[in-house]
């Protein structure tokens, strides 16, 4: 869990974001949270276990921290961490040093709740990342709660034959919520193409047209 909690955190919902992150944890029952809470510059990880969905001394931590400096995203490197998912509350706007989160594989859920944040570059890093971006000002908590409780169905890859079709392109690895698209020169006909969709790197299943 990667907690922002430089100054311009403060004008965040945090009360929306904590009973969000309560209510998904509430749903993961028995979990193991590593706290990382961050501004310039990382602070030392706190380990939380969530027994029976009880997030108590968790949200009780988080409600406690007074929000001050700038935020250095490139303070945190994802490659360090071992966790099977990573949750990042922040408005994404970085005002010091190193711009940009170093990533790894591990999918990270984007949650924000500022007035003013960047959407563009926290969905970039949930894309990169097979992850998925919450924006709290356009949904319900409810409807977030949802969404992060399901693995994105996203566009693989696709297959077909050099000799039929020529300067391929579609964007690999998209989520599927808002559809996507394909692009390509037909050289002859009949021609085929195979699409594969999956959850993360792995195609679970393909559709061919």
Do not use: C
Not at 121 to 135: C, E, M, S, V
Request: no cysteine; proline share 2%.
């Amino acid at each position: 869990l990667l907690w922002d909690i430089s100054s311009s955190a403060e004008k965040r919902n945090i009360k929306r974001e904590l009973d969000l992150l309560a209510m998904y944890l509430k749903r993961l029952n028995n979990v193991t949270v590593n706290l990382v809470p961050f501004n310039i510059s990382t602070l030392t990880q706190e380990r939380f276990d969530i027994k029976n969905g009880n997030t108590t001394e968790l949200v009780k931590r988080l409600a406690y921290f007074s929000f001050d400096g700038g935020t250095q995203l490139g303070s945190i490197d994802l490659t360090q961490i071992r966790d099977a998912e990573i949750l990042l509350f922040s408005d994404g706007l970085s005002t010091f040093g190193k711009k940009e989160i170093v990533l790894s594989a591990i999918p990270v859920t984007a949650v924000s709740s500022a007035p003013v944040n960047d959407n563009a570059y926290l969905k970039f890093i949930a894309l990169q990342t097979h992850g998925r971006f919450i924006n709290l000002n356009e949904t319900t908590t409810e409807s977030a709660l949802n969404e992060m409780a399901k693995e994105p169905l996203q566009f693989i890859g696709a297959t077909y034959n050099n000799v039929e079709i020529t300067e391929f392109f579609s964007q690999v690895n998209t989520q599927l919520q808002n559809g996507f698209s394909f692009a390509g020169i037909l050289k002859k006909g009949p021609a085929s193409v195979t699409l594969q969709f999956g959850y993360g790197n792995k195609t679970t299943f393909s559709n061919t047209i």
